[in-house]
């Protein structure tokens, strides 16, 4: 292990690739501070500039504008009450109000220590957990991954939320769906592209996330313009911070907050499908049940621990939906499909050979997790006050900016006028999708897992003479897909489940 | 009423979903895969019982009385900037890199109320001559800048 760490060391710490992690710190940051643009869309707009680096230099980037979005997520919560990203919601609860006090610059700093603290508990957690689950999945089959595969896309549905099962389930669908367009990767069969040479490789990764995310989201900006009201607010919010300074009392009331919020952050983040949302609003209303009466009655009022929480939470999940990614090959959220969806597109495939095999970006992404939370906090904390500038520039020119970015982002890579009119198809598709209330994030998932799914169900089939035998013969196999099927049917039947025992209960008062 | 969101949105994920059923028995085999476990059509024949079925389920299912706004919206200026950034896919190329990059940005903060003329033209085309600037010259990613009529 220190031969890994020493590795990601001297790679992470190569200049150029510093230059990538403050350099994706700050875009991260400045991207994930625009209302509305969350991880996600920062990921996804910078693809194209990750395609021509080197893998690890790539990935590093990418990792480092993951946290600087998340931090910058944070930031528009406190300073505007307008979350980037789900994940920074429950930020708001508590940040929001000190914020309106007129101690923004201590929530900003109080949000900025908990993250690094939970981004680096996170990480040393990820240094022991992921080469030992690698390990362990080393003796894993197609048919263990094709389930794996399952379980993962289950999971992001039964994470859905209540009353919304059922949609993220079809639109997992609708993802996988898109992934069979194009040539078939084993037999050369042309499927779904309805005569069109554009379409003979399919639909391109970037192409889709770019339209479902950064483009649409820019579209429904400009759908649902804000009020002069809100503009001020996020004006005045840019102009005046306060201090940034935290006392040794609030030092003391925080760090055992920190070190619960990191580990249950961690450990929701490693779950496929839950990852920094459920983490962040789990650990906040933990803390509120642990503060006690009398500190319990401030949150939503501007506690400092129900600010602390969910930011430790969210970095620390952040960090442990790495684990799946690096060494299982699946993604734990929305975010990392996306960065697996890069991987791919380097000709790298994550995995348990991911940690033998190309050893330099399994630690470097791991050793840059670390630095890049450094630079958060040295970096990004005393250049709050200018980056919230950016909430002040005005949305006229703001919009039409994220748009071309997105359209030559997917330009640059293919090079193909028809890829921008088939972007503008897919991001109407989203804006109609998330006026309807559709999730996006499961077809996302969907359509990076479509293709490895097939082709391990097609090498489980083939192993085991055309006999599907193999999903209740191989114990590994049926107990994943057991699992599988827990995740899903379990959230799906307890709201029965609650009914029938309201019932037996009213009915037992009764008699 | 029985058109909620989550309805229309079950309806026509359903009209995708059985598209693509139709589609997926379009899929060419080989003659020796009639008999064989996995083919082409596998996945899709699967994904499309998936999908019709839980597209059902959604529009059958009680559904939250949450309806459609239209009031309220600017669709005219997303519509004017749908038919902009296809414009850009369209001249791109005959136009060059420089004159419909400025021209998706000035049109767009145009049609976003900004009305300065000169400030329409500081920040689209420096931006756009910048860009190009970082690719063809930074990066080396040749893209033309120039309109078909001015290209040697």
């Known amino acids: 292990m220190l031969d890994g760490i020493l590795i990601g060391l001297s790679t992470a710490l190569n200049p150029m690739n510093l230059i990538f992690v403050v350099a994706g710190c700050l875009v991260g940051t400045f991207i994930g501070m625009l209302p509305g643009l969350g991880p996600m869309s920062a990921i996804a707009l910078m693809i194209p500039v990750a395609a021509g680096l080197d ?48 101690k923004a610059g201590k929530a900003l700093a109080i949000a900025a220590y908990s993250s690094f603290s939970g981004g680096v508990i996170g990480a040393i957690l990820l240094l022991v957990a992921a080469p030992f689950l690698a390990s362990v999945s080393l003796s894993f089959h197609s048919t263990d991954y094709f389930a794996l595969m399952v379980l993962g896309l289950t999971a992001v549905a039964a994470f ?73 607010k996020e004006k005045e919010a840019s102009a005046n911070l ?17 070190g619960r919020s990191s580990f249950l952050g961690f450990l929701i983040g490693v779950l496929p499908g839950a990852g920094a949302t459920i983490a962040s609003f789990l650990a906040y209303g933990t803390e509120q049940r642990l503060a006690g009466p009398e500190k319990g009655k401030e949150f939503g009022k501007g506690s400092i621990r129900g600010l602390s929480a969910p930011e430790t939470a969210n ?35 994550p995995g348990p050979r991911l940690y033998i095999d190309q050893p330099e970006i399994f630690w470097s992404v791991i050793v840059s997790m670390w630095i890049g939370n450094i630079i958060l906090l040295v970096l990004n904390l005393p250049l709050i006050p200018y980056i919230a500038k950016v909430l002040a520039i005005p949305a006229r ?72 035998s193999f999903l209740w013969e191989r114990e590994l196999t049926l107990s994943i897909l057991v699992i599988a099927g827990l995740t899903l049917f379990v959230p799906m039947l307890m709201p029965l489940y609650q009914k029938w025992r309201k019932g037996a209960d009213s009915a037992g008062e009764g008699g | 009423m ?34 064989v476990a996995f083919h082409a059509r596998t996945m899709p ?57 400025s021209i998706l940005l000035g049109g ?32 080396g990613v040749f893209i033309e800048p120039l309109p078909w009529f001015l290209r040697g």
């Open chain 1, 55 to 102: 893998p690890a230099a790539g990935i590093i980037l990418m990792a480092a504008v993951y946290y600087g979005a998340i931090f910058g997520g944070s930031t528009s919560s406190i300073l505007i009450n307008a979350p980037g990203v789900a994940s920074t919601v429950a930020t708001s609860f508590d940040g929001y109000p000190m914020a309106k006090k007129g």
């Open chain 1, 160 to 232: 859905a939320g209540q009353g919304n099962v059922l949609k993220a389930m079809l639109m997992t669908v609708i993802g996988l769906m898109l992934s069979t367009v194009g040539t078939d990767q084993t037999q050369g069969i042309q499927r779904f592209t309805l005569g069109m040479i554009d379409l003979l490789d399919g639909v391109s990764f970037l192409l889709l996330v770019m339209a479902t995310f950064a483009l649409s989201e820019a579209l429904m900006a400009i759908l649902k313009p804000k009020n002069d009201a809100d503009r001020l």
């Open chain 1, 242 to 258: 306060g201090s940034m300074k935290i006392t040794k009392e609030e030092v003391k009331e925080l760090a055992p907050v920190v």
């Open chain 1, 315 to 349: 970095n620390a999940a952040a960090t442990g939906s790495f684990v799946p990614l690096l060494t299982l090959g699946i993604p734990g959220s929305g975010t990392t499909a996306i960065m697996l969806g890069a991987l791919i597109g380097y000709g790298i495939q």
């Open chain 1, 397 to 468: 020119f703001l919009l039409p900016l994220i748009l071309f970015f997105s359209l030559i982002g997917v330009y640059f890579v293919s090079f193909n006028t028809f890829d921008i009119q088939l972007m503008i198809i897919f991001a109407v598709a989203a804006v109609v999708l998330r006026l309807l209330d559709f999730p996006l994030a499961p077809m996302i998932l969907g359509f990076i897992l479509g293709g490895m799914m097939e082709e391990n169900l097609r090498r489980a089939l083939l192993i085991n003479d055309d006999s599907w």
């Open chain 2, 2 to 35: 029985f058109l909620t969101n989550r309805r229309i949105g079950g309806l026509l994920l359903l009209a995708f979903c059985v598209t693509y059923a139709f589609l997926s028995q379009e899929i060419p085999l080989l003659p020796f895969q009639a008999n």
């Open chain 2, 45 to 101: 024949e699967m994904l499309s019982v998936l999908g019709i079925g839980l597209s059902l389920a959604i529009i059958i299912f009680p559904s939250p009385k949450e309806f459609p706004e239209f009031a309220g919206k600017n669709w005219l200026t997303v519509l004017l900037f749908l038919a902009l950034m296809s414009l850009y896919g369209l001249t791109i190329r005959p136009w060059g890199f420089i004159l419909a990059s």
């Open chain 2, 108 to 139: 767009g903060y145009w049609i976003l109320g900004e009305r300065k003329i000169w400030l329409l033209l500081a920040t689209s085309i420096p931006i756009a001559v910048a860009f190009w600037a970082l690719m063809t010259l930074g990066l």
